[in-house]
């Protein structure tokens, strides 16, 4: 399962891609204006930090405004995927970029047959959202099985990159789901290494060489 970050905090990026742990990164306006710099500045940083892809958000809602958009952020960087929202012109506009050779990732996702019309686009990912379907009472784990089992039924090669993941609940029950990539904020990520036995374990491992008098 390949992790991603979704932040536009280059330190914290920068801080976690020196674990060798994160393989992208999704970023969306929201998140871009929090760091009060222009849009492509950070996005172009971020391509640099890392190798993998760069999910950056169009903020046009019609076809053509796309295409402009989604060509300027492409040119960024060569690991850029361009994030659509999923509509019928970001569906058309995610073929016309993916014929164009550029990653494209369909945001807001809901539904298994919005994934399944993503993926007929072209998508490089889907992105369905975990945590926006449990807050209305509705089971996202559900949709990340029912898109697996579709992707699988036709040999899709769109991945699915399970959005909107707040616990470490969620990234566990992502990866047995079969979701390809996990999205989640730089907390969760540094939150899925802690274990109170882990913790337990390590201070009485190092009491006892103490003790013991051992030094590597």
């Keep these: ?5 979704d932040t536009a905090d280059t330190g914290d990026i ?3 891609a020196a674990t060798g742990l994160i393989d992208g990164v999704t970023t969306n306006p929201s998140l871009v204006a929090k760091s009060g710099r222009p849009f492509a500045e950070v996005i172009k940083e971020i391509c640099d930090i890392v190798s993998g892809p760069v999910s950056a958000e169009v903020v046009a809602t019609d ?3 796309m295409i ?3 060509r300027k952020l492409a040119k960024i960087a060569d690991n850029v995927a361009v994030k659509l929202p999923l509509t019928l012109d970001g569906l058309k506009a995610c073929r016309t970029l993916s014929d164009d050779g550029t990653m494209v990732n369909v945001t807001l996702c809901f539904s298994a047959n919005q994934a399944l019309l993503a993926a007929k686009a072209g998508a ?3 992105s369905p959202f975990i945590g926006r379907l449990d807050d209305i ?3 996202g784990m559900e949709l990340i099985s029912d898109i697996r089992q579709i992707y699988d039924n036709y040999l899709f090669d769109t991945e699915i990159l399970a959005a909107s993941i707040r616990t470490a609940n969620h990234v566990k029950l992502s990866a047995l789901a079969g979701a390809d990539v996990a999205t989640m904020p730089p907390a969760v990520i540094k939150g899925l290494v802690k274990h109170p036995l882990t913790d337990k374990g390590l ?7 103490e003790k013991a008098g051992i030094k590597v």
């Design 1 to 5: 399962m390949k992790f991603f970050v």
């Design 14 to 16: 920068a801080e976690l």
């Design 63 to 65: 076809y053509d405004g």
């Design 124 to 126: 490089t990912f889907i």
């Design 68 to 70: 402009s958009e989604g």
């Design 203 to 209: 201070e009485a491992f190092l009491a006892d060489a």
């Design 137 to 139: 009472n509705v089971d």
